[in-house]
């Protein structure tokens, strides 16, 4: 039984069925054909009996085997490894078929190679996951061949396994790195001079262009007849949420990612640079009802913490309570914070129903209100209209286009803080908007 289960027709053989058919036709017209048509039918049962007895003579001809990494980093290249031994003495024509989670909807994976006699490979490909969870791997299927290539057996490798795709450490690793050897600036990163507002005095140094003029100590400056101001250190150790919007409009898409899959994937990076500034991170999830609350801390053990949380985080199909937020920040957080929340307003109306639950907020913290660029629209403003209903088209992104941009200025009047970005840009932004605020010491 196990013979015919991983006993299988090369497609090489239909070709020489093909040609046999073929002399058999012409033998119609020739007769001289028609003999050789017999004798072409005998070489393929003699070649294809021999070719069965090279291939199923050793039973463990070829070894295989996966490998994968703990983790996926959700929205990056993932590379996984498989390995090759071939165990025959000849070479062999392999085609190897990978059963890939069910997440990718990928069916035409196949992979080819060629190995000489006790030959091994080691092959990488790329996967990059659109959705956090559990990917279940199942098993590799190898196809051998020799170089007649009449028949193949089939080696089948139980080697299932269970993978977690998490928010994108990646990229959470890419931004500290990048924080660490001061080359933020490569990705857009702004470069800002930080320079401390706190009473803990550091020194007096000279002023340059840029120095805050209130910081000017007025005495030295009589002694060394040259300006010198107060330099003061960081405040260090500030609590900083990230405050995420489960709601139904986080579900919109973008680029196969969901909105709120970039706010996880930018929470976890920016709290991770956070944590090296030596601030305090947090974070709060909230729809209809705050789901998680984790408290801002130091540790980078909180690092881990966060991951596990926004690896558990789904968006709901109800629409988010500020008003219940508002209430949960006043019992929960006592101390002034900076406080990012993402979220995604589409229209100006939709903004004025939770405006002041946003002010309330901003009175006692440092809030930033981020939202998205619809960039689909930014398209459609770009293409010129060949008609009227492609200028009715361009005329209704525009509208959108600019209650965005009246969002933005709605929530500065109102003393919020905001940021209006592309879902690509979001990291870099919130970042870039961090250090900004660590600059002027605001937090």
């Given at each position: 039984m196990k013979f015919y289960k991983s006993l299988y027709i090369h497609s090489r053989f239909f070709a020489y069925i093909s040609g046999v058919a073929a002399l058999f036709l012409i033998s119609y017209w020739f007769q001289i054909f028609y003999n050789l048509a017999w004798v072409a039918i005998l070489i393929v049962v003699v070649f294809g009996l021999f070719d069965l007895f090279l291939l199923f003579k050793t039973k463990k001809g070829i070894l295989s085997k996966r490998t994968l990494p703990d983790n996926f980093s959700n929205s990056d290249e993932n590379q996984v490894a498989i390995f090759l031994e071939n165990n025959y003495a000849m070479p062999v024509f392999l085609s190897i078929v990978d059963e890939l989670p069910i997440q990718f909807q990928k069916r035409d994976f196949e992979y080819t190679t060629t190995l000489k006699a006790s030959e091994s490979e080691t092959f990488q490909y790329p996967i990059i996951p659109f959705e956090?969870?559990?990917?279940?791997?199942?098993?590799?299927?190898?196809?051998?061949?020799?170089?007649?290539?009449?028949?193949?057996?089939?080696?089948?490798?139980?080697?299932?396994?269970?993978?977690?795709?998490?928010?994108?450490?990646?990229?959470?690793k890419k931004y500290e790195f990048l924080a660490m050897s001061n080359r933020l600036t490569e990705f857009g990163l702004k470069k800002i001079r930080r320079i401390g507002h706190t009473m803990e005095f550091e020194k007096i140094k000279n002023y340059v262009a840029g120095d805050d003029v209130r910081t000017i100590n007025w005495k030295a400056t009589a002694k060394r007849a040259a300006l010198m101001i107060n330099q003061y250190q960081d405040e260090k150790s500030q609590p900083i949420y990230s405050i995420i919007d489960t709601s139904r409009a986080m579900k919109m898409p973008f680029e196969k990612l969901k909105l709120l899959d970039y706010a996880i994937n930018a929470t976890l990076a920016f709290s991770n640079i956070a944590l090296l500034k030596n601030d305090k991170v947090g974070m709060m999830t909230f729809a209809e009802k705050v789901d998680n609350v984790v408290a801002a801390s130091n540790k980078k053990t909180n690092l881990s913490i966060l991951n596990e949380v926004l690896y558990n985080v789904n968006t709901e199909f109800n629409d988010a309570d500020f008003g219940f937020l508002n209430g949960m920040i006043k019992r929960k957080i006592n101390q002034r914070s900076l406080l990012i929340l993402y979220t995604n307003f589409e229209h100006i109306s939709a903004l004025k129903r939770q405006l002041p639950y946003l002010k309330s907020i901003a009175k006692k913290h440092l809030l930033v209100t981020v939202f998205f660029e619809n960039t689909a629209l930014d398209a459609l403003i770009k293409e010129r209209a060949?008609?009227?209903?492609?200028?009715?088209?361009?005329?209704?992104?525009?509208?959108?286009?600019?209650?965005?941009?009246?969002?933005?200025?709605?929530?500065?009047?109102?003393?919020?803080?905001?940021?209006?970005?592309?879902?690509?840009?979001?990291?870099?932004?919130?970042?870039?908007?961090?250090?900004?605020?660590?600059?002027?010491?605001?937090?």
């Open positions: 956090r969870g559990e990917y279940f791997f199942g098993n590799i299927n190898v196809y051998a061949s020799t170089s007649l290539k009449i028949f193949a057996k089939k080696y089948q490798f139980d080697n299932e396994k269970k993978v977690a795709v998490y928010p994108s450490y990646i990229q959470m060949e008609d009227v209903q492609g200028i009715y088209h361009k005329t209704i992104a525009e509208k959108f286009s600019y209650e965005k941009r009246l969002i933005v200025k709605e929530l500065e009047k109102s003393g919020v803080h905001s940021i209006l970005t592309k879902p690509n840009l979001l990291s870099v932004n919130v970042i870039n908007k961090y250090l900004e605020f660590k600059s002027k010491g605001l937090i």
